[in-house]
T-cell receptor
Framework: EDQVTQSPEALRLQEGESSSLNCSYT??????LFWYRQDPGKGPEFLFT???AGEEKEKERLKATLTKKESFLHITAPKPEDSATYLC????????????FGTGTRLKVLA | ETGVTQTPRHLVMGMTNKKSLKCEQH?????MYWYKQSAKKPLELMFV???????ENNSVPSRFSPECPNSSHLFLHLHTLQPEDSALYLC?????????????FGQGTRLTVV
């Protein structure tokens, strides 16, 4: 069964304290892996798409990487405005319309 | 204009009411989705429309009825809901075919069933 697991469930960081969020996946064939940011009461905001192992994408303080079993979202020198829930999702080769989501990591960055 | 717009943002309805959620996308996408998001659960796919035809229906109770009149608009008609249907309902759209597969979401409708 296709599955996505995110860890940790919650993370508290001091401002400037870099860390990484993990998304491990088990799928029959990966079409793409997606990272989203979600603020409370709002819809997920698209961040990155990764297609193949070894690929990396960067945006401001965020960097996403992909291996054959997992993806990491690295947050460098985070600021309080980076506080949000970060969601990981995968799309399989056989599921054009199916995005399988993890339960997310709730990140809190303290000033 | 934002890419995917949902209305209303908040909705409180009684169990005997009938209401509709609306979604509009301005991204030129050809697939649209309804997701349900409950606390501490992954997003649950409810319905998918591609080129205005329903292609996925994930065992959703009949009290939820989707409608897709064209590739830019999607509705979710609600009737005789239960309190456990209270959740954040999210609309999304994507392009199928070509190299871009990411889905873009609206801001959601927070539904409370009383």
């Amino acid at each position: 069964e296709d599955q996505v697991t995110q860890s940790p469930e919650a993370l508290r960081l001091q401002e400037g304290e870099s860390s990484s969020l993990n998304c491990s996946y088990t799928v029959s064939g990966l079409r793409g892996l997606f990272w989203y940011r979600q603020d409370p009461g709002k819809g997920p905001e698209f961040l990155f798409t990764l297609y193949s192992a070894g690929e990396e994408k960067e945006k401001e303080r965020l960097k996403a990487t992909l291996t054959k079993k997992e993806s990491f979202l690295h947050i460098t020198a985070p600021k309080p405005e980076d506080s949000a829930t970060y969601l990981c999702a995968v799309q399989t080769i056989s599921g054009t319309y199916k995005y399988i989501f993890g339960t997310g990591t709730r990140l809190k960055v303290l000033a | 204009e934002t890419g995917v717009t949902q209305t209303p943002r908040h909705l409180v309805m009684g169990m005997t009411n009938k209401k509709s959620l609306k979604c509009e996308q301005h991204l030129g996408h050809n697939a649209m989705y309804w997701y349900k998001q409950s606390a501490k659960k992954p997003l649950e796919l409810m319905f998918v429309y591609s080129l205005e035809e329903r292609v996925e229906n994930n065992s959703v109770p009949s009290r939820f009825s989707p409608e897709c009149p064209n590739s830019s608009h999607l509705f979710l008609h609600l009737h005789t809901l239960q309190p456990e249907d209270s959740a954040l309902y999210l609309c999304a759209s994507s392009r199928t075919g070509g190299g871009f597969t990411e889905a873009f979401f609206g801001q959601g409708t927070r539904l409370t069933v009383v």
